[in-house]
């Protein structure tokens, strides 16, 4: 999941920053990411491939944990500077300087804000839940 993760951020951070598509692009793309995984995860659970995880160990739900607050960190420090750049932007364009640098830089920093609240919100959809291994037995698959 990190690795994915962080891939997919970087590629939608990345198609802004070579201006091949806008933050719009990149948010609309995060929402067809979110109804595809939705939809499969549906499918998943309408065939009974899903199963409820009543107790993870500790150490999967530390990992997790320390996951989850290290990913939301990024995107909280993500949808701030993107913030922040958009208001120098602004603050830049009523002061009659060049304002196009800074929305450049903020809209690099929301797309990887929203490429990261996506993958969360995704992640928490499937609270408690995984999918069934091949070992599993039949009564429970």
Known sequence: MFFTLTWAVGIGAYTVIIKAHRLSDTLAADAVALIVACAASHFLARTGRIR????????????????????????????????????????????????????????????????VAAALLFWWTWHRLESKRRGDPVSTR
Not at 60 to 84: D, I, K, N
Not at 88 to 108: K, T
């Open 52 to 115: 409820a995880v009543i107790s993870p160990s500790a150490t999967r739900y530390t990992l997790r944990t320390v996951f989850v607050v290290l990913v939301g960190a990024a995107g909280l420090a993500s949808l701030a500077l993107g913030v922040v750049q958009v208001l120098r932007g602004a603050s830049a364009h009523l002061n009659d300087e060049p304002a196009e640098w800074h929305l450049f830089l903020g809209s690099q920093w929301l797309a990887a804000a929203g490429s």
